[in-house]
């Protein structure tokens, strides 16, 4: 039966309305920010995740409730490499006054950040007879900064190229440091013939920015998703030298924990439970951690049967060593390409009148996974629930997946014949006749007719993660409520494989479910409830028929400042917001040349506060392309 566009837009109009408030936890300011560094305290971002804990929290609260709408531009940078269909995912890093960022094209630039004048530029592509193989279409989320601290000592940046190579830039000439690898770059692909051959042909890189940790630099990686693919192995590195200190396998062997699950050497040739997303870390403990993807092949397991450890996973290490310290695995037996697309944020919250150190890791699957950050126990517990058996050949989907207590999910758990689209009747009877071919049920497997996923490939969560508020226990993520559909067919060489990342969308190019397509949500860590969740971003024409505010589909995350507010940028209408942190309330928003599909930063310059965002627009949700820096200040 048809359902009424009248009824549509009551249920939107309500899940807007959903941004309840829940009492404002009483908590104190955790350590970190009791502790920070000197650089944080006096208004630098240093860190892509402002903090190596990742909670991209700022004390600073120049710009704050009261003024923001007052927000102008202040200076743009052009990069001059935009390319159509390329992005800029980069999350800006500011010290004592100079921002250092990456373009298109992975050119890492040295700005003025009170005016945007440029100090020094770096091309790590000046030999044109080198074949330049690059991972994950050769996006940069920015790079990692190192000082000896010593007064005119060495500042390095380092700098992860997709092609599988790490570079350390004097950070006030923008030169490679001589003594670091071969003239200032390691070869990343150099050392691991031994064990995975020769990796030459393959596609393998770091993606997201590296992280630095008193003298060592680590890296997680990208690579194939499918046999045969380069290792996912997360390395570290002696920031002076390059020299490897040492490696973990993603994929276990030997008599390593968890090779159980990759018997007669079924780890070799096979990528994947690789640190895409980035690394976090305690730096008070020195524990490393970061979330893994899954192994391949996406979509058809029946050549890795079992759990497949370490993949879907968040891992703790110890940061000098490697050493696993413990793992928690979010996904068993991964069939829907449902990576942990960041790394854990290392959080303190108060868990039954306790003060408890943990680890927040938001899931592709629309999760939180709120635990210990000693043990990697659920602090408000985990059930194993029942899943659907897979109906393709050989292939042997788990039987349960592992869903938190609390909180519950932020993004939409399944598509029911309720939840079709319905902007029109016409729109409705179109998505109709194609969802009723496919298999619905929550959490089913691919097949050969095509299975529904949602949250779809794009999260839920995505790479962007969470920031937190350490003042209140606030965590706040933006997700995805987008369809896909999962369609298998034979292949010679893997047996199956996917027809490919299709989304489940109208003639008119709108998701097939109802809105909100993305939404913005503030969770209390301190009980596990909801604090206030809104749509984030609208589609403009549908806005001018009166249809409410509907999201979009987003990428980029979000940063909390003390001025009460969260920035995010992220979503397809191009562009930039500011919440109330405390309600969801949005307070200002100003429109973008291309979208901002990266993470701002915010820092302070001469007694002024700036906020920057990268609007690079195109990637993966198609927009027009840019190539800009813009930053904003108060007049």
Not at 140 to 158: F, M, P, T
Not at 210 to 216: A, D, K, Q, S
Not at 582 to 596: K, N, R, V
Request: glycine share 10%; with cysteine; hydrophobic share 35%.
């Amino acid at each position: 039966m048809h359902i009424s566009i009248v009824k549509a837009l009551k249920e939107a109009i309500s899940f807007a309305a959903a941004a309840f408030i829940v009492g404002v936890g009483c908590t104190s300011a955790r350590h970190s920010v009791q502790s920070q560094s000197k650089e944080i305290s006096s208004g630098d971002w240093p860190n892509v995740f402002l903090d190596k804990e990742g909670t991209r929290y700022s004390p600073l609260d120049q710009i704050n409730r009261k003024n923001v709408s007052q927000l102008k531009v202040a200076w743009v940078y052009h990069t001059h490499d935009m390319a159509p269909g390329r992005t800029i995912e980069c999350t800006p890093l500011v010290i004592d006054g100079v921002m250092y960022i990456t373009t298109v094209n992975t050119h890492c630039v040295a700005l003025d950040a009170a005016t945007g004048r440029e100090l020094w530029a770096y091309d790590p592509y000046t030999d044109n007879d080198r074949h330049w193989l690059k991972a994950s279409g050769g996006v940069n989320r920015g790079v990692a900064y190192w000082s000896d601290h010593v007064q005119g000592g060495n500042r390095r940046i380092l700098l992860g190229l997709t092609d599988g190579r790490l570079v350390s830039l004097d950070a006030r000439t923008g030169k490679p440091d001589p003594l670091f690898g071969d003239d200032g770059v390691v070869d990343l692909r150099k050392g691991l013939e031994a064990e995975y051959g020769d990796l030459n042909g393959r596609s393998y890189g770091p993606t997201s920015a590296p992280l630095v940790f008193e003298n060592l630099v680590y890296l997680g990686f990208s690579n194939e998703e499918a046999n045969p693919s380069a290792p996912g192995d997360t390395r570290a590195f002696d920031v002076r030298t390059g020299k490897e200190v040492w490696r973990f396998h993603a994929l276990p062997r030997g008599k390593e924990f968890g090779a159980q699950d990759w018997p007669h050497d079924n780890w070799k040739q096979r990528g994947g439970a690789n640190a895409w997303g980035g690394l976090t870390l305690d730096s008070d403990k020195g524990i490393l951690f970061f979330g893994t993807g899954s192994a391949t092949s996406d979509f058809y397991g029946a050549d890795r049967p079992g759990n497949n450890l370490f993949s879907n996973c968040v891992m703790a290490l110890d940061a000098r060593t490697g050493k696993r310290l413990w793992h928690f695995q979010t996904v068993h037996h991964d069939l829907w390409d449902h990576d942990n697309p960041c790394p854990p944020v290392v959080v303190k919250v108060k868990h039954d009148g306790v003060w408890t150190d943990a680890v927040a890791q938001c899931t592709k699957i629309g999760y939180c996974f709120l635990l210990n950050e000693m043990t990697g126990k659920p602090l408000f517990g985990v059930k194993e629930i029942p899943v659907p058996a897979s109906d393709m050949p050989d292939e042997q989907a788990s039987p349960t997946q592992p869903i938190p207590l609390k909180p519950p999910a932020f993004s939409r758990q399944e598509m029911t014949q309720d939840d079709l689209a319905d902007l029109s009747p016409e729109q409705h009877e179109e998505i109709m006749k194609r969802w009723e071919g496919y298999r619905q049920e929550p959490l089913a497997p691919p097949s050969l007719r095509g299975s529904i996923s949602i949250p779809g490939f794009h999260g839920g969560a995505t790479w962007a993660g969470a920031s937190f508020d350490p003042t209140t226990g606030y965590l706040y993520v933006n997700s995805n409520n987008v369809p896909n559909v999962i369609t298998m067919r034979k292949d010679r060489a893997l047996g199956y494989q996917s027809t490919g990342y299709i989304q489940l969308r109208d003639s008119k190019n709108y998701p097939a479910v109802k809105p909100p397509w993305g939404v913005l949500t503030a969770i209390n860590l301190n009980t596990g409830d909801f604090v206030w969740q809104v749509p984030l971003g609208e589609y403009p024409e549908l806005a001018a028929r009166g249809i409410p505010r509907t999201g979009t589909e987003n990428f980029g995350g979000t940063i909390v400042t003390a001025g009460g507010l969260v920035f995010i940028a992220a979503t397809t209408d191009e562009r930039i917001h500011a919440f109330d942190k405390s309600t969801g309330q949005m307070l200002w928003e100003a429109q973008l040349h291309a979208g901002g599909y990266a993470t701002p930063c915010t820092y302070l310059v001469h007694g002024k506060q700036y906020v920057t965002i990268a609007a690079g627009g195109g990637g993966k949700l198609r927009t027009r392309s840019g190539d800009e820096f813009v930053t904003f200040s108060l007049p």
